[in-house]
């Protein structure tokens, strides 16, 4: 709303208006993440306990505790922990690689159609638009590919050692260290990103 009042060109009374509206949003929204990073919380801790019921029945093995004193699971989790932060480094690095292009574009504009500036032609929104799109689907393919597939590449990894070392448990062992020091890394960050991206949005 304050962009549109800002493009509109409305008084500055209806800006102070949506700047207080703005910030009201600001809060609501700040609180819906914080009620979505606990629900998300509990599902990943129960997707854990049933990650290890569902291996103890796969393997006929009892598979109830995780030694983080053994190296492979303690490496196991350090990838895990590793892994959060890079998967936000990426986005958000993306977000400003992203934010660069919209710039560049718009100043295309400007230069192309001068009259944009006083308001005598309309900008190509929809370019900006589509720049926008496209970049969120690009950007978060890696991201996304990571997240899914390293957890695999982990526990094959792992599993192969254990073959070696006789220990049959050894790759569901450091998997289960990596989704573990994951889980907390990625609850902390989440909440840190959460209170970051709220006093960002508010300054």
């Given at each position: 709303?304050?962009?549109?009042?800002?493009?509109?060109?409305?008084?500055?009374?209806?800006?102070?208006?949506?700047?207080?509206?703005?910030?009201?949003?600001?809060?609501?929204?700040?609180?819906?993440?914080?009620?979505?990073?606990?629900?998300?919380?509990l599902a990943c801790f129960l997707l854990f306990g049933a990650f290890m019921d569902e291996f103890s029945q796969f393997s006929g093995k009892p598979f109830r505790t995780v030694d983080i004193a053994v190296p492979?699971?303690?490496?196991?989790?350090?990838?895990?922990?590793?892994?959060?932060?890079?998967?936000?480094?990426?986005?958000?690095?993306?977000?400003?690689?992203?934010?660069?292009e919209v710039v560049k574009e718009v100043r295309r504009q400007f230069r192309d159609n001068p009259d944009i500036m006083t308001f005598k032609a309309r900008?190509?929104?929809?370019?900006?638009?589509?720049?926008?799109?496209?970049?969120?689907?690009?950007?978060?393919?890696?991201p996304g590919l990571l997240a899914t597939g390293l957890?695999?590449?982990?526990?094959?990894?792992?599993?192969?050692?254990?073959?070696?070392?006789?220990?049959?448990?050894l790759g569901a062992e450091v998997l289960a260290g990596y989704l573990m020091f994951g889980t907390v890394t990625g609850i902390m960050m989440a909440l840190f990103n959460r209170t970051m991206g709220g006093a960002w949005d508010n300054a």
């Open positions: 709303a304050g962009g549109i009042a800002e493009m509109s060109q409305q008084p500055e009374f209806v800006r102070e208006s949506t700047d207080r509206l703005d910030a009201a949003g600001n809060v609501t929204k700040a609180i819906t993440k914080g009620y979505s990073i606990g629900s998300a919380s492979e699971v303690l490496i196991g989790g350090l990838i895990g922990t590793m892994m959060v932060f890079y998967f936000v480094g990426l986005t958000v690095a993306a977000v400003g690689k992203t934010a660069g900008p190509d929104y929809r370019s900006c638009v589509a720049l926008v799109t496209r970049a969120a689907l690009q950007e978060m393919v890696w957890p695999v590449v982990v526990g094959l990894v792992f599993r192969g050692v254990g073959a070696f070392t006789d220990r049959p448990l």
